[in-house]
């Protein structure tokens, strides 16, 4: 079956430090990769996305680039801010009307 | 707009009491879908609507009803519910054909059942 594995936390860093928050996945055919970003007390917020092999998704200031030949889909912030602060889950699809296969979540904790 | 919406933000309920969960959004998709978060864990697929017809129930007890009036409205039921249903629960929206899609998500509802 279709699965998602990204490294476990609670990651802490200072402001300004290079972030990674690895993710792995297992699918059939091509699925679609997404990062989502889960605020304190809130709902999910699409982070990024990409839909096929090298595909690189990116927003404020995030990265994650599709590759293919190692199954991964790594989330990169060259410089993390205390706004940051969140739980991060990476997340697959495979198809248009399927539920998202999650990973388990990676809390981030920005210090200042 | 890529805004899903739902309500109430917040509930407390009883046991015995009925009650439901609203959701909605304008984005013109035909797939929309019911999760169910607990702390510090990823949201768990409860139900799946394709054309406001139920496509996937994830074994999830009959004390969870759910609805799809038509294709912009999802509902949720609640009645009889037990304390461990205190969780968040999640509504999303995405296309329903073709390619694999971006699953856009409401706020939640945190509900607390004593």
């Known amino acids: 079956g279709n699965s998602v594995t990204q490294m476990e936390g609670p990651v802490t860093l200072s402001e300004e430090a290079f972030l990674t928050i690895n993710c792995t996945y297992t699918a059939t055919g091509y699925p679609s990769l997404f990062w989502y970003v889960q605020y304190p007390g809130e709902g999910l917020q699409l982070l990024l996305k990409?839909?096929?092999?090298?595909d690189k998704g990116s927003n404020k200031g995030f990265e994650a680039t599709y590759r293919k030949e190692t199954t991964s889909f790594h989330l990169e912030k060259g410089s993390v801010q205390v706004s940051d602060s969140a739980v991060y889950f990476c997340a697959l699809s495979t198809r248009g009307n399927t539920p998202l296969v999650f990973g388990k979540g990676t809390r981030l904790s920005v210090i200042a | 707009d890529t805004e899903v919406t739902q309500t109430p933000k917040h509930l407390v309920m009883g046991m015995t009491n009925k009650k439901s969960l609203k959701c909605e959004q304008h984005?013109?998709?035909?797939?929309m879908y019911w999760y169910k978060q607990k702390a510090k864990k990823p949201p768990e697929l409860m139900f799946v609507?394709?054309?406001?017809?139920?496509?996937i129930n994830e074994s999830v007890p009959s004390r969870f009803s759910p609805e799809c009036p038509n294709s912009s409205l999802l509902n949720l039921h609640l009645h009889a519910l037990q304390p461990e249903d205190s969780a968040l629960y999640l509504c999303a929206s995405s296309q329903d054909r073709g390619p694999p899609d971006t699953q856009y998500f409401g706020p939640g509802t945190r509900l607390t059942v004593l």
């Open positions: 990409a839909t096929k092999a090298d």
């Open positions: 609507y394709s054309y406001e017809k139920l496509s």
């Open positions: 984005m013109g998709h035909r797939a």
